[in-house]
């Protein structure tokens, strides 16, 4: 009986407030490793997501900047024709003779002489109107853009286009293309650039028919800005593209202005901010977000003031305002990311810079 009731004694207050104690030490250590663990997890989730965000808009811009200039092949310089009624400067979105530019932000604001030179020309919605674009309503927001940061824009034509079937007249109203395996890139209203190894010319596509493998596009006329001009020739020499014979080495493609600016984003993060994002617009076409947390972006060109010395490559890095009659060699981007959502003590979301300098192929 003894026995029995000594098996059956329970453990004392003391050991009692000892094992509970040790409890509490064991469950206080598992929920540290637990929550040190998440922050970890986190810190390293949006390192990544930072980092991501950085290469996706250094790789949008490079393509656009390596794409700078692209004609098909490489006509001249002075050889670059519009047979719109609006001159160059009237038609930013599709303005082939300058191949880059960009606008440097100068002061903390959102007007247009904010930034330098002044975002006059920009393709933009502003008090309700669109101002200098060809689609109303598919301006550039300019009060939502970031005060302090670049807008650059890199125009080329479409790769690798359309050949052309037979040999074009500079005074033709009709243009016949080998339709590409892909398929025609372009379609009525889009403005294409016809070109070759010694010219190119700006017009609008007013008619597309395709019969086969051929198709024939049609510049029909009018008296508008955006519209071909009467009796305007694509070549100011007369010449035709395509040679004596054949039609050869020469093709048609969409022109594409890129149009790369940060402004605020559609998303939010864990605070319920916006996040700063870069944007792109390209032609014609509204804005699209292109990737959320990019803070900041600014571009230098890198320009040649030695020409003559046989070495073809940028020595002095300036702002587009300082380019001059410098030939432009190089683009530098220089970008901050974020990573959106707040990870830091401070209530901040983690920031890196990246730059990147790319050779321009073209020009």
């Not at 400067?89 to 880059?100: G, H, I, M, N, Y």
């Not at 030179?117 to 393709?123: D, G, W």
Request: net charge negative; glycine share 10%; proline share 5%.
């Amino acid at each position: 009986m003894k026995s029995m009731q000594r098996r059956a004694k329970g453990f004392s207050l003391v050991e009692l407030m000892i094992a509970l104690g040790l409890g509490v030490v064991v469950t206080a250590g598992i929920v540290s490793l637990f929550v040190g663990n998440n922050q970890t997890y986190n810190l390293l989730n949006n390192q990544a997501r930072l980092q991501e965000n950085a290469r996706f808009a250094l790789d949008f811009v490079a393509r656009s900047a390596r794409a700078a200039g692209y004609f098909g092949c490489d006509p001249e310089p002075d050889k670059i024709y519009n047979s719109m009624n609006g001159a160059w400067a009237q038609l930013f979105e599709f303005d082939l003779s300058t191949p880059v530019q960009a606008f440097h932000g100068t002061n903390n604001g959102t007007g247009i002489n904010d930034w330098v030179p002044a975002l006059t020309p920009l393709p933009r919605e502003t008090g309700g109107s669109t101002v200098n674009a060809f689609v109303n309503g598919n301006g550039i927001d300019v009060a939502a853009m970031r005060p302090l940061t670049d807008v650059l824009v890199l125009r080329h034509v479409e790769i690798p286009g359309a050949p052309i079937a037979s040999i074009v007249q500079s005074d033709s109203a009709t243009i016949d293309v080998a339709v590409p395996a892909a398929g025609l890139q372009f379609a009525v209203d889009d403005f294409v650039a016809i070109n070759n190894c010694e010219q190119a010319a700006l017009m609008r596509v007013t008619a597309l028919a395709a019969a086969g493998l051929t198709a024939t596009i049609t510049r029909g006329t009018g008296g508008a800005i955006y519209q071909n001009a009467p009796g305007k020739s694509l070549s100011d020499q007369g010449a035709p593209y395509g040679e004596a014979t054949n039609a050869q080495g020469s093709n048609v493609g969409r022109v594409f202005s890129d149009i790369y600016y940060i402004a605020e984003g559609a998303g939010t993060n864990n605070r319920g901010d916006a996040p700063w994002s870069l944007w792109r617009k390209v032609s014609e076409d509204p804005p699209v977000e292109l990737v959320e947390g990019v803070e900041d972006l600014q571009v230098l060109f890198g320009i040649d003031t030695t020409p003559n010395n046989n070495i073809a490559a940028a020595n002095r890095y300036v702002t587009f305002d300082q380019v001059g009659v410098n030939e432009i060699r190089a683009l530098r981007i220089t970008l901050t990311a974020s990573s959106v959502d707040v990870v830091t003590d401070a209530g901040d979301p983690l920031r890196r810079t990246f730059s990147q300098t790319i050779t321009f192929r073209n020009g």
